[in-house]
């Protein structure tokens, strides 16, 4: 499967407990975006990487949220002292970026996070 | 406001129907503009983009208003596999890289 992939698909934790999410972009894509979807909303934009530079984080990423992509290729999310409100689903998605044209952006199957 | 405004739905439609969706965005600088479609439990997935001259692709026709901010989509003859969410989606302008989601607009065709 040459597609983004993502895990674990799911992950129950306790709150306060740490977390980490991995995805696997489509191979050749240099950029990289983490969003977060509640049910009945759309996803919400998080980050974005073009190759291994963060350049974008959304206001809701607050500071216990953290990414990285450490040779531009994976990326981790991790959720610390994980709340409550933290539960969501997390998608990964990825794109091959040309400067100054907008590129498809091909999802993952998302991470299903439950906090209780 | 949201950046992206669409009728959650849901919508409840026959085989054979034709059912329209709408969403309003509210950044007029906004360049790009797409419908989305994601099946339950799964990720979303591009189903066609939205230009300013209107675009078809088989029974699916989406249209673009820029003066109201508007964009629509048409289905036709609704089939029981067009059965899903469809999200109304705004990339802010060329340069940013981020998508603006709509809640999404649940259809049910029914047979």
């Known amino acids: 499967d040459t597609g983004v992939s993502q895990n674990p698909r799911h992950k129950i934790t306790k709150r306060g407990q740490n977390v980490t999410f991995r995805c696997d972009p489509i191979s050749e894509h240099n950029r990289l975006y983490w969003y977060r979807q509640t049910l009945g909303q759309g996803p919400e934009f998080l980050t974005y990487?073009?190759?291994?530079?963060?350049?974008?984080k959304s206001r809701l990423l607050s500071d216990r949220f953290s990414a990285e992509r450490p040779k531009g290729s994976f990326s981790t999310l991790e959720i610390q002292r994980t709340e409550q409100g933290d539960s969501a689903m997390y998608l990964c998605?990825?794109?091959?970026?040309?400067?100054?044209?907008?590129?498809?952006?091909?999802f993952g199957p998302g991470t299903r996070l439950t906090v209780l | 406001r949201k950046e992206v405004e669409q009728d959650p739905g849901p919508f409840n439609v026959p085989e054979g129907a034709t059912v329209a969706f709408n969403c309003t965005y509210s950044n007029s600088a906004s360049q790009s503009f797409f419908w989305y479609r994601q099946d339950c439990r799964k990720e979303p997935k591009l189903l066609m983009s939205v230009y300013s001259s209107g675009n078809e692709d088989g029974r699916f026709t989406a249209q673009l208003n820029r003066a109201s901010q508007y964009i629509s989509l048409l289905i036709r003859d609704s089939k029981l596999s067009d059965s899903a969410t469809y999200l109304c989606v705004v990339n802010a302008n060329s340069g940013a890289n981020n998508l603006f989601f709509g809640t999404g607009t649940r259809l049910t065709v029914i047979p």
């Open positions: 990487f073009q190759n291994e530079a963060q350049l974008e």
């Open positions: 998605a990825s794109s091959l970026g040309t400067r100054g044209l907008w590129n498809e952006q091909f």
